[in-house]
């Protein structure tokens, strides 16, 4: 059974460009939740997805956007790039039944925008 | 609505030592608890979680967890301090069981040093 995995493990940015981080969930899970973890501070929920659905989001403006694909996998992509979104970006992938709140988090992608 | 409060942002103990690593929490239903760890540089891992059976919770590594609805807590405790317990350790709540679950709401985290 593979781990949650991120790709890449690190990025440098401008402000005002784009960005596109992955996530390959866990073997078997449906459900993929993105975090943003400044630096000194816990995660915050920016989205979750199940079954290629948007499924709530965060306090997060729209230029946070996602996909999630038919194998699970799922990308998170920011437009616009702000200072502030300088970060940690996790993911976490669980089961889409009731213990779907055991979620399994990858290494993170840490994005440093300039 | 749900928040998590934990208090105390660093706590030092001895090898050896008790380690109590507070956290209180905030939630308009029955909550669903949960304590991670981070090592420097890794994704969080699930040391263990609280879904309204057994209010003492065991977890990885030694550490257990008490469920005390009254006080709204949720502390975590190691009897004996080992010197690779040295981490960043993230308290969080999440209000529901089913695929929405996903949407937990997390502490700003305490980080625990062990002196030798």
């Known amino acids: 059974e593979t781990g949650v995995t991120q790709s890449p493990t690190h990025l440098i940015k401008t402000r005002g460009q784009q960005v596109t981080l992955r996530c390959s969930s866990q073997?078997?899970?449906?459900?993929v939740s993105w975090y943003q973890q400044a630096l000194g501070q816990g995660p915050q929920f920016i989205f979750q997805?199940?079954?290629?659905?948007?499924?709530g989001r965060g306090n997060f403006p729209p230029r946070f956007s996602g996909l999630q694909f038919p194998n699970y996998s799922s990308e998170l992509n920011v437009n616009a790039l702000e200072l502030d979104d300088s970060a940690l970006y996790l993911c976490?992938?669980?089961?889409?039944?009731?213990?779907?709140?055991?979620?399994?988090f990858g290494p993170g992608t840490r994005l440093t925008v300039t | 609505a749900q928040s998590v409060t934990q208090l105390g942002s660093h706590v030092s103990v001895s090898e050896g030592a008790l380690v109590l690593l507070r956290c209180n929490y905030s939630?308009?239903?029955?909550?669903?608890l949960f304590w991670y760890v981070q090592y420097p540089n890794q994704g969080l891992q699930l040391l263990l979680k609280?879904?309204?059976?057994?209010?003492l919770v065991k977890g990885i590594n030694g550490f257990e967890a008490e469920f005390k609805k009254s006080e709204t807590s949720f502390h975590l405790t190691k009897p004996s301090a080992h010197m690779s317990d040295a981490a960043e350790y993230f308290c969080?709540?999440?209000?529901?069981?089913?695929?929405?679950?996903?949407?937990?709401?997390f502490g700003d985290g305490t980080t625990l040093t062990v002196k030798p």
């Open positions: 976490a992938s669980s089961l889409g039944d009731e213990r779907s709140y055991e979620q399994y």
């Open positions: 073997s078997g899970h449906n459900t």
């Open positions: 997805y199940y079954r290629e659905e948007e499924n």
């Open positions: 939630s308009s239903v029955p909550p669903y």
């Open positions: 609280y879904t309204s059976a057994a209010t």
């Open positions: 969080a709540v999440s209000d529901s069981p089913n695929p929405n679950a996903g949407k937990s709401t």
